[in-house]
Nanobody, 122 residues
Framework: QVQLVESGGGLVQAGGSLRLSCAAS????????AGWFRQAPGKEREFVAA????????YYADSVKGRFTISRDNAKNTVALQMNSLEPADTAVYYC???????????????WGQGTQVTVSS
C-alpha cells in the first residue's frame, strides 16, 4: 500500500511551464507503476501520462504528448509531471495514481492522491 500527495500546482499564464510532484509513502514505491490524471469542472477524469515501475516505459494522452513529460525518482519515492507550453484547456485538478498492475497503465490504478489545482490563464 502507498499514500500519495501531490504538490506543485498553481496559476500560470498560457505558454508557461509548471512541474507537479507526487510524493509516495508506505511500501516501496519503486514496485509501483504511476500515472497522472486530471479532471476539469463538469468533465470526467481523463488520463494524462503514466510511467512503469522502472521508469523506462512512458505513455501520454494525445492532448499532452510533446508538451508534458512524466518521470520518477525511485530513490526519493517521487514521480513528477513536467508541463510545458501550457494552455487554458490544461486547467484541471491533477491527480497522482499508483498500481502494482501493469496491464493497462492508462486506466488501471488502485491508489490515488487528493489532487492539486492547475489553472492556466489566457
Amino acid at each position: 500500500q502507498v499514500q500519495l500527495v501531490e504538490s506543485g500546482g498553481g496559476l500560470v499564464q498560457a505558454g508557461g511551464s509548471l512541474r507537479l510532484s507526487c510524493a509516495a509513502s508506505g511500501r516501496t514505491f519503486s514496485s509501483y507503476s504511476a500515472g497522472w490524471f486530471r479532471q476539469a469542472p463538469g468533465k470526467e477524469r481523463e488520463f494524462v501520462a503514466a510511467v512503469n515501475f522502472g521508469g523506462g516505459r512512458t505513455y501520454y494522452a494525445d492532448s499532452v504528448k510533446g508538451r508534458f513529460t512524466i518521470s520518477r525518482d525511485n530513490a526519493k519515492n517521487t514521480v513528477a509531471l513536467q508541463m510545458n507550453s501550457l494552455e487554458p484547456a490544461d486547467t484541471a485538478v491533477y491527480y497522482c495514481a499508483a498500481t502494482l498492475r501493469s496491464t493497462n497503465l492508462r486506466r488501471e490504478y488502485d491508489y490515488w492522491g487528493q489532487g492539486t489545482q492547475v489553472t492556466v490563464s489566457s
